[in-house]
T-cell receptor
Framework: QKEVEQNSGPLSVPEGAIASLNCTYSDRGSQSFFWYRQYSGKSPELIMFIYSNGDKEDGRFTAQLNKASQYVSLLIRDSQPSDSATYLCAVNSPNSGYSTLTFGKGTMLLVSP | DVKVTQSSRYLVKRMGEKVFLECVQDMDHENMFWYRQDPGLGLRLIYFSYDVKMKEKGDIPEGYSVSREKKERFSLILESASTNQTSMYLC????????????FGDGTRLSIL
C-alpha cells in the first residue's frame, strides 16, 4: 500500500517566520512530487511541484526533495496570515501504470499576526 | 489556466435517489479523476479515466459508477444514494502518463438526507 505521511498539525508560526512542512513517502519509484494548498471549504490548489533532488524556489515557496530519504518538504518564507491553510503533499504512483497521485492527509498551518 | 468546472457547488438529495455529479475540463486533458474528501480521511480516489469510454476503479468505488462519453466530461453517478455518501466531491484532471499535476474543480458538497 502506497503511503504519504504528513504531520496533521496544526503548525503554528508567527507572521514573518519560516514555516517548514514535511512529507515522507513509501514508494521508492515515485518521480513527481506536488504541494497543494487548501483553504477551509475550498478545493486544493497546486502551489509547487518538484521532480529532481534538491531545492526548487518560487517566490516565498521552496520545495526540497531528497529521494534517498524519501522525503519532501515545503518552506514558506515570510509567512503571512493568508498562508493559513491545510497543505497537502502528493506523490505520483508510477507502478500503477496510470497517472494517479497518492495524497497525504495534510498539515494545517496557522500563521498568527 | 486550466479550468475544471463542477456542475453544482452544493447539492441536497434523499436516500435512494440516483445522483449525477458532472465535471467538465477545458484543457484537452486525457486523465480525469473523482475523489471524495472527508475530515480525518483525506482525499480518497473513487474512479478515474485515462481516455474516452475508459474507466478504472480507485480505492473506494463501491456505490459509485462513472461515465466518460466525451474527453472533456466525466460524470460520477451514485446509483442509490446513502447517508454515508454525504461528503465533499472533487473532480480533477491532468495530462500525460508520467505523474503530471492534477488540477481540481471547486468541489460539490453533497448532503444525503
Amino acid at each position: 500500500q502506497k503511503e504519504v505521511e504528513q504531520n496533521s498539525g496544526p503548525l503554528s508560526v508567527p507572521e514573518g517566520a519560516i514555516a517548514s512542512l514535511n512529507c515522507t513517502y513509501s514508494d521508492r519509484g515515485s518521480q513527481s512530487f506536488f504541494w497543494y494548498r487548501q483553504y477551509s471549504g475550498k478545493s486544493p490548489e497546486l502551489i509547487m511541484f518538484i521532480y529532481s533532488n534538491g531545492d526548487k524556489e518560487d517566490g516565498r515557496f521552496t520545495a526540497q526533495l531528497n529521494k534517498a530519504s524519501q522525503y519532501v518538504s515545503l518552506l514558506i518564507r515570510d509567512s503571512q496570515p493568508s498562508d493559513s491553510a491545510t497543505y497537502l503533499c502528493a506523490v505520483n504512483s508510477p507502478n500503477s501504470g496510470y497517472s494517479t497521485l497518492t495524497f497525504g492527509k495534510g498539515t494545517m498551518l496557522l500563521v498568527s499576526p | 489556466d486550466v479550468k475544471v468546472t463542477q456542475s453544482s457547488r452544493y447539492l441536497v438529495k434523499r436516500m435512494g435517489e440516483k445522483v449525477f455529479l458532472e465535471c467538465v475540463q477545458d484543457m484537452d486533458h486525457e486523465n480525469m479523476f473523482w475523489y471524495r474528501q472527508d475530515p480525518g480521511l483525506g482525499l480518497r480516489l473513487i474512479y478515474f479515466s485515462y481516455d474516452v469510454k475508459m474507466k478504472e476503479k480507485g480505492d473506494i468505488p463501491e456505490g459509485y459508477s462513472v461515465s466518460r462519453e466525451k474527453k472533456e466530461r466525466f460524470s460520477l453517478i451514485l446509483e442509490s444514494a446513502s447517508t454515508n455518501q454525504t461528503s465533499m466531491y472533487l473532480c480533477a484532471s491532468s495530462y500525460g502518463t508520467k505523474g503530471q499535476p492534477q488540477h481540481f474543480g471547486d468541489g460539490t458538497r453533497l448532503s444525503i438526507l
